[in-house]
């Protein structure tokens, strides 16, 4: 008979595998997005612009739709959850073969909303399978799963472009075809997942020292609606208002790696596979972030590792700032104007990918296992207040990101870098002053 240890490793990694396929299609589609868009010379109405604006809906319907996403969850489960919440990012992906404003608009506000639903059923089913302190371990494992898909789908287009100075038409349909394809098959790996093993939250429980206080696990029928409940309620708590920063750090990160960064690379290189290699660059990062910050947290605590992608992420933010043009991702010429303080490189800018990808994937390592851990009872809220404010914070930096100059979008960057890293250090260091408060079931 298979252990329950084994029986949560499994569900870990077929999520892992499911959400990298999915992503290596979705994450592939935005990096290269604004550039595919430039390249098409408004046809259909197709501008630059249009990309952020898309992935501003997206962000934005994603946010909103986590207020609901608990419920839908509770409804249907968390493997039929991601099956089903797959669809909209299928129909996005293949609907780029061929892109006109309104289906990009409309087909980014579902997928919005089916992504929602998605981060919300990976919060959950890794707080499930993740008693005791296998938080860290499973997030982590998770985690590079998950950012192996920069890898999967960037190297394709790498070895695809190759010395393209232009996406045309005809590469832009294989492209697309070819993610839509991948998509198709993270959808169908999600079939495989398990129902979690019963006893997570109770071994957890009997692991965890009794210095923090936790209210009693009631197993009733609390409705459909109350998660949406409980993530309201969660909004009001101490633990999760010190959370707030970090939230829109990662939001703001977000923008910055999925959009900004290689939107820049575009406009600085000549050639398109450039844009691929720092893809790629920025996957290995946020791999590595995966395997070393999981395993440093058990070292040196969640606030450590925090602390060293603080520093990690303020060397990427320097970088950027002395060998970009300025107006690298603002531009609206075939190439940036501006001069940088010192000459673009392109080995530089993949060691800044990879700086991106450790430093971003910290933070978001070290939230996951902390909200699996204050939260173990009622995560699925947990992770969509976590999720609403990361997705609107992103949607808002999608919106000013094709207007702002580079040192202002970094300066915005650091600030919030730094204040999220004092605020989850805080709450990391002194969990007496920290008491998990949840909503009561009882009558």
Known sequence: MVSRSWQRLYNINVMGIGFMLVFSAFITASFIESIVFKDMQGKHGITKKTAFYSLAIIYGFLGVANWFSPAIVKKLGSKWALVLSSLPYIGFIFAMYEPYISSVFVLSALLGCGGGVMWTANGEIIARNSPGETKAKHTGIFWSWFNTSMLL??????????????????????????????CTLGMLAFLFLRPSPPGGVDEALEEESGSVQRAPQVEVDEGVLQPIKDAISFCGTWQMGLLYIPFIFTGVSLNFWSSVFVTIVGEVFAKRSYIALAGIATGIGEISAGFIWGRLTTKIGRHGVVMCSTVINCILYYLAFISFPFDAATTTTSRATDTPIIESNIYLTLVMGVLLGLGDGGFNVSIYANLSTVFEHKPAPAFAVFKFVQSLMGAGAFLYCGSLLLPFQLAILAVTCLIACFSFTFLERFPQHVLIVLPSTEE
């Open 153 to 182: 789908g960037n190297v394709f287009l790498f070895f695809y472009l190759g010395d393209s100075e232009a996406i045309t038409s005809k590469e832009r349909h294989v492209i697309y075809m070819v993610l839509g394809t991948l």
